[in-house]
């Protein structure tokens, strides 16, 4: 299944996607794609349903119809950095023995092609395309590596969108530098796990006002994303619908010589390959 959430910012509606102009209306059956869903076995509750639908032609065009972020916010939104190990020398900074881990705002979430702000003294906003891991389950202390598979509800495109100077060079806390508002544009579906036969071999991309900027693959990450949610449940509790970016590939604007950093009106498109694109204007400080 491909859920999506469409309507206007605030009051969004859990759908689910028909074919490509088409959804299925799912707000009778299901409050939202929330913790509450995820917790209580929702998305096998749905399918049956989902299906029928389908069938019956119960279908509305997507159209010029807002699509918001798939799921609602969530607990925490947790980060993967220089993960991919060319992005890290890009970076100048070592390969990392175990994942990094920082944190975003959850209130940084917003839809696929809503537009993306520059903070009030931004010097250095920059871009990053990342696979997004949606919880599926409440989980603490996996003991393999394999059970992560189970706890996983699906994959989901993310803007990983960043304040380099925030970042670096403000006591080095990175969240400074990931948590402005709309800083996480993310869908513009949440594509559940077996719809993807290999999330270890999908190419992503990012263009910037029509230039390339980043082409890569989850296939060279460092750490691979069953990996990272075991690695988390022995730290924390990952509570269902929580939202984890795992890293991006090399092509931000810091790794660029001289650097390269978004401008109001610059228009960034992204996508991973079976998961969806997006498109975000950038606009300047309020």
């Keep these: 299944m491909k859920l999506l ?27 939202d794609f929330d913790e509450a869903f995820f917790g209580a076995d929702g998305l096998e509750r749905i399918r049956p349903i989902v299906a029928e639908r389908i069938a019956a032609g119960e279908l509305q065009p ?5 699509i918001g972020a ?11 950095g220089l993960n991919y190990s060319d992005h890290a020398a890009e970076t100048g ?20 092609h809503d537009d993306v702000r520059i903070p ?35 994959w989901v495109v993310v803007n990983d969108v960043s304040e380099r100077a925030f970042q670096m060079e403000r006591g080095g806390q990175w969240a400074k530098g990931k948590s402005a508002e709309t800083f996480n544009p993310a869908g513009p579906w949440l594509v559940t796990t077996d719809e993807v036969p290999d999330v270890l071999d999908l190419g992503m991309w ?17 750490f691979d994303p069953y990996f990272i949610v075991h690695h988390l449940s022995q730290f924390m509790v990952l509570e269902p619908g929580d939202l984890i970016n795992t890293g991006t590939p090399p092509g931000v604007g810091m790794g660029f010589s ?15 390959d079976g998961l969806g ?9 309020r």
């Design 93 to 112: 900074q070592a390969v990392p023995t175990e994942p990094i881990l920082f944190t975003k705002s959850p209130n940084t979430l917003i839809g696929p």
């Design 206 to 222: 990012l263009d910037v006002s029509g230039t390339r900027r980043q082409t890569g693959s989850t296939s060279t990450m460092i």
């Design 5 to 31: 959430r469409v309507g206007p910012a605030g009051s969004e509606k859990p759908a689910a996607l028909a074919d490509d102009a088409h959804y299925i209306d799912l707000s009778d059956v299901v409050a």
């Design 277 to 285: 694109r997006q498109r975000q204007r950038v606009l300047g400080p």
């Design 70 to 80: 798939p799921i609602a916010r969530p607990h925490q939104i947790l980060c993967i």
């Design 62 to 66: 997507l159209g010029d119809v807002r």
């Design 120 to 154: 009030r003294g931004s010097t250095k906003p920059d871009w990053e395309v990342e696979l997004g891991i949606v919880i599926g389950k409440r989980t603490s202390y996996l003991a393999n590596v394999d059970d992560a598979k189970d706890v996983i509800a699906g």
């Design 258 to 272: 001289p650097q390269v950093w978004l401008q109001p009106g610059d228009i960034m498109e992204l996508g991973i």
